[in-house]
């Protein structure tokens, strides 16, 4: 096999100290007791054994240089692509040293089944397609109980991390450099993510389904450190992939001189189609299974990339799930191929979900005022198809972005994908950073996890019948069992992740309406045309040409003063060869929310209208092109008088649980750093809120405007800073004793200062009730375990203790100076 790698010869010299580590785990255990079990699908832990930081390439102006990475519930984790490359620059060095140096050895050879080829390294030409990964690394995530537990409570959320100074050294003079104060975002150190993991296994056969295990893992032993900092003590870590990796280094060395070869990747093979066309299948009923696709992770369907920035459409293109539903079906003992081909399968595209219905993009003829009115405010939209320009009382501007569902006698409801951009990079093994020779850094724009899409599968009924005769509930097999779907860019790591939900079938329906001599069309999805010259053709004319060959009538475009009658635009979208990652001939067609008013000579059927509604028109309708509307009830009345009707938003669930001492012992003492640091913070915010006041400060304590004088209070503060723990408040209760037995110190205090301090001393409870630690909404948000209040109260208590006094003694003297300076 040809080296595809481009590296320094040291990149890889074996480092004694890391590769004993292996060794002596091998060496501590019989090979006589040594198993392997390959396991399809796990889940490997990784458990931060210093503080970490993953970086977001941003900063907070004004504050903070540097943030961590966090995922949709505003928690810290560990990218797949960071995971992916520190495992894999892992198992190379495990591979260079079982194959003595040799990048084309056998172990070299498993990597690359592994992870994948890395085109982007070759130094020529390729003449066989890429290899791709056949294990899949997700990002990993905290634990779900604890990401639970902590869902709702941001001030938990701010204690996970903690900020942290750094400065620049001047090479020269050994000094910190002036103006290179920065600060970073740290996660704190015991901190356990869960990573889950997908290996293909199929076409492997034993041996070698051991041989691509055991690397894993013995990779897995290799992984030491990640993230920024790690090699100035940041990112200290251990990943976990099974309980037991010495039973697998067992296995390794009794066998790594005589592993098997991986699989070659296989030629594709094109099946011929044995499918006849069935007109009468085609126009007689058709069956409709509704799809509702879940994007478990960050989803992106490549739009066009500009620059170093991969944009993603709002929406997942029918292709997408064709082959998703196509895979799915190819055990049942018919050819699809034919079908697909033909146009008798049809999948819709997944569009986002309004009321349980997919969305439909917005049709151009709709137009608001520029400033008081639109979709998105539910006023104010004009149909320009029914309405004129100089009816509208402000300047209009026209709807382009968005979905909207269906409403009869009122505004339909308008929901707009949301999205987010995340920035990722190429690591060089030379200078161990991001450099343009192998991409450098770039972003992707991916659709926001949690957005729900709908689509549908429409096949005629005949097909469907065919897949009853089989198994009575076929089309649950679309449905998503334990294992997520992939779909997308990026999608064997930190994208592309799905769930999908399958409704029951029922008949494919549409009802048409006429509307006298015109005819109104919408376009549902993107339009794909030829002319006579079985060219691409992006027109109204070829519109015009495929409506009169399907409906039978002619159709002119409608002419009306001072009324729209047409407003389009062309689409383009960039084809794309998945194997090879090279693009393929672009799409180019009418855009979905394209629309049209025609005359019609004649009467237009109104069952044909609702069949092509069901099947569509021009090319590739199996893969969601060409979907269309007739006569739609927005499109055919004016909307200028319209409003959306309220809708009552469902009330988020925040309930949180806690975590309980018998769930898993190192995520219970994770929580409890997490929440030990809140608390702490929590106090001191508090301590500070209290002693702004003078009124509050003579409440908590009994410090008045003279009394006690700075010195006694020096000594308060003296003694208070000695206290570790409760066992210590009868050193402070001691001194407090011997003061007021002393008539010079006594007279230089309250009473009731006296007293509040002793009261804070002796009654345990008292802090807590200055600092209103007793209400129990917020020890609720502060707190992750069951015992977390109670174990925390007696913690903290000396330093809560001393927190307020000695901000109560500065925002004390702080008021003394004022007043001597105002009265100078």
Known sequence: ?????????????????????????????????????????????????SDWHIGTGAGRPGDIDSLVQRDSDGLPYIPAKTLTGIWRDACELVAYGLDTGDEDGTWHQWVTYLFGDQPALADQAEEQPPQPAALSI????????????IASKSALKEAISFIKPGISIDPNSGCAEENFLRFEEMVRAGTILNVDCELNLESLEPDQQNAAFTLLVAGSIMVERLGGKRRRGAGKCELKVVDKPELYLQWLEKNFDQAPEPPQLAASEVDTLSWNVQTEARNSSWVTIGLRIKAESPLIIAKRTIGNI????????????????????????????????HGDIVVTNGTVEISGQPGRPVPYALFADKLKGGLSKGCL?????????????????????????????????YSKVSTGVETHNTIKDDVQRPTEDVGGVYSYEAINPGTIFRAELRLPALLADQFSQQDKNWYRNLASKKRKERLGLSKKDDYGAISIEVDNPRDAHADVKLHGKTLMVWLLSDLQLRNERLRPDASVDALIAA???????????????GLLSMMARQSRLESWQVRWGLPRPSLVGLAAGSCFVFEVEGEPDPAQLAQLQVTGIGDRRSEGFGQICFNDPLLTRPTSSLTVKSIDAPVPDNHSSLLQTNDNERVVAYAQIIEQAAWRQAIRREALAKSISAVNRSSALGFGSELPTNTQLGALRSITNRL????????ALNWLTHLEKIENRRDKWTSDSRQKVRQLLT?????????????????????????????????????AVKTLIDASMRAHKRDAENAEDAEG
């Open 724 to 731: 570790k723990s409760i066992q210590d408040a009868k050193l």
């Open 381 to 413: 939209v004009y149909n320009r198809f029914q309405e004129s320009e100089a009816s509208a009382q402000g300047q209009l501007k026209g709807e382009r972005i968005g979905y909207i569902g269906k409403a009869e006698d009122a505004l339909p409801t």
């Open 763 to 799: 009654d345990q409870n008292q802090i807590w009730k200055v600092l209103g630690f007793e209400d129990r909404a917020f020890i609720r948000s502060i707190t992750l375990t069951h015992n977390g209040e109670q174990r925390l109260k007696q913690l903290l208590w000396a330093e």
């Open 1 to 49: 096999m040809q080296s595809r790698r481009n590296r320094r010869n040291n990149r890889h010299q074996p480092n004694a100290n890391r590769n004993s580590s292996v060794r002596q785990q091998v060496n501590s255990n019989s090979p006589s007791q040594s198993g392997v079990n390959p396991k399809p699908e796990f889940t490997a832990s990784i458990i931060m054994l």
């Open 547 to 561: 409506l009169k060959q399907h409906l039978g009538i002619d159709l002119k475009v409608r002419h009306a003063q």
């Open 138 to 149: 997700r990002a990993a995530h905290l634990p779900a109980k604890l990401r639970q537990a």
């Open 310 to 341: 991969t944009e993603t459409l709002d929406y997942i293109p029918g292709s997408h799930l064709l082959r998703l539903i196509r895979r799915k079906l190819q055990h049942f003992k018919i050819n699809l191929d034919g079908p697909i081909a």
